[in-house]
């Protein structure tokens, strides 16, 4: 009996050290990365004020449509409209954030986009962006986009100087 006594204790303590040695404890990090907030303005600078501007254009016996290239400012036309010499070009975007990070830019849907004179509207559809696909920041944080698109003329659109505006969006991928 005397036996008993002492191997029940000495087994109980063989196993609660049998236990502690198959723990361990390690150590992890937290971290985070703090971006400066995505921002864009109009560029001013150009020529349109940063405007998409399909200049003086003079509508025909049928509809036609007037193009304004994001690579280029280059101004076209199809249809029923002639181009007088005047300012055009595309709108220009300077974006701010944190530098060499990269973003996307989101245009207007088709057939969202109404500028308008008075009571008469026209459309500005197929927007498009230049450079394409995912732009990144400089090491200042800087980058510059263009949009342009094609402006829907009615055949005899009303005259008058036809204005609104439209929406783009940038953000971080």
Same mark, same amino acid.
């Given at each position: =009996?005397?036996?008993?006594?002492?191997?029940?204790?000495?087994?109980?303590?063989?196993?609660?050290?049998?236990?502690?040695?198959?723990?361990?404890? /390690?150590?992890?990090?937290?971290?985070?990365?703090?971006?400066?907030?995505?921002?864009?303005?109009?560029?001013?600078?150009?020529?349109?004020?940063?405007?998409?501007?399909?200049?003086?254009?003079?509508?025909?016996?049928?509809?036609?449509?007037?193009?304004?290239?994001?690579?280029?400012?280059?101004? /076209?036309?199809?249809?029923?409209?002639?181009?007088?010499?005047?300012?055009?070009?595309?709108?220009?975007?300077?974006?701010?954030?944190?530098?060499?990070?990269?973003?996307?830019?989101?245009?207007?849907?088709?057939?969202?986009?109404?500028?308008?004179?008075?009571?008469?509207? =026209?459309?500005?559809?197929?927007?498009?962006?230049?450079?394409?696909?995912?732009?990144?920041?400089?090491? *200042?944080?800087?980058?510059?986009?263009?949009?342009?698109?094609? *402006?829907?003329?009615?055949?005899?659109?009303?005259?008058?100087?036809?204005?609104?505006?439209?929406?783009?969006?940038?953000?971080?991928?």
């Amino acid at each position: =009996m005397k036996n008993r006594c002492i191997v029940i204790p000495c087994l109980l303590a063989l196993l609660s050290f049998g236990s502690q040695a198959n723990a361990a404890t /390690t150590e992890g990090r937290a971290t985070a990365t703090i971006l400066t907030a995505i921002s864009a303005s109009k560029n001013e600078t150009t020529s349109t004020g940063g405007d998409l501007a399909f200049g003086v254009i003079i509508p025909g016996e049928s509809s036609g449509t007037v193009t304004i290239s994001p690579s280029t400012s280059d101004r /076209t036309h199809d249809g029923g409209v002639a181009l007088a010499a005047s300012t055009s070009g595309a709108a220009s975007f300077n974006v701010y954030g944190g530098a060499n990070t990269a973003f996307t830019i989101t245009l207007p849907d088709t057939d969202t986009v109404n500028i308008v004179s008075g009571n008469n509207t =026209m459309k500005v559809v197929s927007f498009t962006v230049y450079p394409t696909g995912s732009i990144t920041l400089n090491n *200042l944080g800087k980058a510059t986009f263009n949009v342009g698109g094609t *402006l829907i003329v009615e055949k005899l659109q009303p005259a008058g100087n036809y204005t609104g505006s439209f929406q783009v969006t940038v953000a971080y991928q």
